[in-house]
T-cell receptor, first 118, second 116 residues
Framework: AQSVTQLDSHVSVSEGTPVLLRCNYSSSYSPSLFWYVQHPNKGLQLLLK??????LVKGINGFEAEFKKSETSFHLTKPSAHMSDAAEYFC????????????????FGQGTTLQVKP | DSGVTQTPKHLITATGQRVTLRCSPR?????VYWYQQSLDQGLQFLIQ???????AKGNILERFSAQQFPDLHSELNLSSLELGDSALYFC???????????????FGPGTRLLVL
């Protein structure tokens, strides 16, 4: 079975400093992994996704994530935080059923709340 | 704006009642997904429809049902509502069946349901 674990429920950084949001995954197959962001009272927006091409994935708003199979990790980073980055971030894996390809089912981590201090 | 629309934005109702949540997918998308976000359970997949047919099912309660209509919009019906059903319900859509590797799901703004 596939699963994701977000290692921090809350991360606080100062504006202009680097951001690191950690995610570990569990999957018997090569997974499809995503990071989504949810701003207060808004829907979920895709930041980036990994689909077994390049292991370093670049997303929107300066975010990127690196797929590390040996560490089963898919951490999200950004070199310099901006106040507008304050939001909740979800690491997500796409479910793959035995004997078939990926399904439409997404499994979400518990989320990491990013606080950006001025 | 993702292109996925959901109505209503907010819904307040009483225990035992029935409500219907509506979702219109992005133009051209064939799949619709429903998710529930609550404080204790987080974000959970409920059900997926692809081109009018049920495609995948998650931890959806028997009191809940969904359908996708010929124009591809979808409705999620919640009946015999309980206090614990209070949550944010998201709809998402994707181009195909969800089986393509890395197929992106685009999320609507959600319907916030409060059961009193």
């Amino acid at each position: 079975a596939q699963s994701v674990t977000q290692l921090d429920s809350h991360v606080s950084v100062s504006e202009g400093t680097p951001v690191l949001l950690r995610c570990n995954y569990s999957s018997s197959y090569s997974p499809s992994l995503f990071w989504y962001v949810q701003h207060p009272n808004k829907g979920l927006q895709l930041l980036l996704k990994y689909t077994s091409a390049a292991t370093l994935v670049k997303g929107i708003n300066g975010f990127e994530a690196e797929f590390k199979k040996s560490e089963t990790s898919f951490h999200l980073t950004k070199p310099s935080a901006h106040m507008s980055d304050a939001a909740e971030y979800f690491c997500v894996v796409s479910v793959r059923a035995v004997g078939s390809g990926n399904t439409g089912k997404l499994i979400f981590g518990q989320g990491t709340t990013l606080q950006v201090k001025p | 704006d993702s292109g996925v629309t959901q109505t209503p934005k907010h819904l307040i109702t009483a225990t035992g009642q029935r409500v219907t949540l509506r979702c219109s997918p992005r133009s051209g998308d064939l799949s619709v997904y429903w998710y529930q976000q609550s404080l204790d359970q987080g974000l959970q997949f409920l059900i997926q429809y692809y081109n009018g047919e049920e495609r995948a099912k998650g931890n959806i309660l028997e009191r809940f049902s969904a359908q996708q209509f010929p124009d591809l919009h979808s409705e999620l019906n919640l009946s015999s509502l309980e206090l614990g059903d209070s949550a944010l319900y998201f709809c998402a859509s994707s181009v195909l069946s969800g089986g393509q590797r890395g197929e992106t799901q685009y999320f609507g703004p959600g319907t916030r349901l409060l059961v009193l």
